[in-house]
């Protein structure tokens, strides 16, 4: 996901601050992907500490989670999983400064590397933008302009500031398979299945509960973004996730699902797939494929409809780059035809 940072004021705060109870001591914060914090989070409450999964889309997001934990238990936060590296899941890190953040080898990668440099080159281009809106207001005659021009500039000013507020806040534990929280008889496990939404995706698995959050890896009842996925990866990943011993999955995006969701969010994938292949073993181009091809209609109430035509753009990459991969290099097409 794009940078892209707005404030949180008091009333979505106040719209996104109640919890549900998913299981005992294991709740779940379920917004809207309209409002401020974008991206659901979950929260183990142990004996002794809590651990919170995801933080929301910004610094008040994040705090706002914080004040929502505070109203349930004194406990401290002492761990904080990122599910991957995504600005929605992953601003709200900064509230949690005295916690122990946690994450993917890959995922703290792309935080220090992706999403670092997109913050500061957010602020050096929306300060030139208002320097620049400054210098054409002063010299405008026309007052209706000039006035106009000023509300941008007021607009710019406070955008400005609320970027400069957010402090990327990187995990500082990355695993590469997995994690086990013991805090007195209660587990947490921090796993990495394989590639899917991202190519450093966590899910955070609470076997005594048969809860597990699964972060952006599970759309329940939507479309992906797969903006940076591997979807051919995450069907398989998917196949992983649904052998855990859950009952209950907690998307990144969308109500609290069950098994049966995954696999129909896994069908999704699937379904996709075998639409698009044909497409790529006759030889159509990917502007043929992308304006042909349709939503399914059982798929027609999902979330995120807009975003259908780059899953058949990237499904149809993925297996054009097979197509390529398997098909005889010309060297070994010489050899052949050279050999006695």
């Known amino acids: 996901m794009m940078l892209a940072c707005l404030p949180c004021t008091a009333s979505s705060a106040r719209e996104n601050s109640e919890l549900t109870k998913v299981a005992e001591g294991v709740y779940a914060r379920i917004v809207s992907p309209d409002g401020e914090a974008v991206a659901n989070v979950g929260i183990a409450v ?12 910004t610094p008040e997001g994040g705090e706002s989670l914080l004040s929502a934990i505070r109203a349930i238990t004194p406990n401290p936060v002492r761990y904080v999983v990122n599910s ?6 992953t601003h709200g890190n900064q509230a949690f400064a005295s916690a122990q953040l946690i994450s993917s080898s890959n995922a703290r990668r792309d935080m220090l590397q992706l999403d670092l440099p997109s913050l500061n080159r957010t602020i050096r281009i929306t300060g030139m933008q208002l320097e620049q809106l400054r210098q054409s207001a002063a010299k405008e005659s ?3 302009q000039r006035q106009n021009m000023r509300g941008q500039i007021k607009s710019r000013e406070e955008y400005l500031q609320t970027i400069s507020r957010l402090k990327i806040t990187p995990t500082v534990i990355a695993l590469d398979e997995s994690v086990t929280i013991m805090d007195g008889k209660q587990e947490a496990r921090i796993l990495f299945c394989g590639a899917g939404h991202t190519d450093g995706d966590v899910v955070l698995f609470l076997p005594a509960q048969k809860v597990v959050f699964a972060g952006d ?10 903006q940076d996925a591997r979807i051919l990866d995450w069907i398989q990943t998917l196949g992983k996730l649904l052998k855990l011993d859950a009952d209950r ?15 129909a969010f896994l069908h999704y994938f699937e379904d996709l797939k075998a639409m698009v292949q044909p497409a790529v073993e006759r030889g159509d181009s990917l502007e043929q494929v992308t304006r042909e091809l349709q939503m399914p209609a059982k798929y027609s109430s999902y979330l995120f409809q807009n975003f259908f035509s780059s899953n058949v753009q990237k499904m149809f990459a993925e297996l054009k780059a097979l197509q390529l991969e398997s098909m005889p290099k010309e060297d070994d097409v010489k050899t052949e035809q050279h050999r006695p």
């Open 142 to 144: 026309d007052p209706a």
């Open 84 to 89: 991957h590296w995504h600005a929605d899941h």
């Open 217 to 226: 890896l599970f759309f329940s009842s939507a479309i992906p973004n797969v």
């Open 46 to 57: 142990f004996d002794q500490s809590v651990l919170v999964f995801d933080t929301h889309f």
């Open 249 to 263: 999955f907690v998307p990144g995006h969308g109500p609290i699902g069950s098994k049966k969701d995954v696999e």
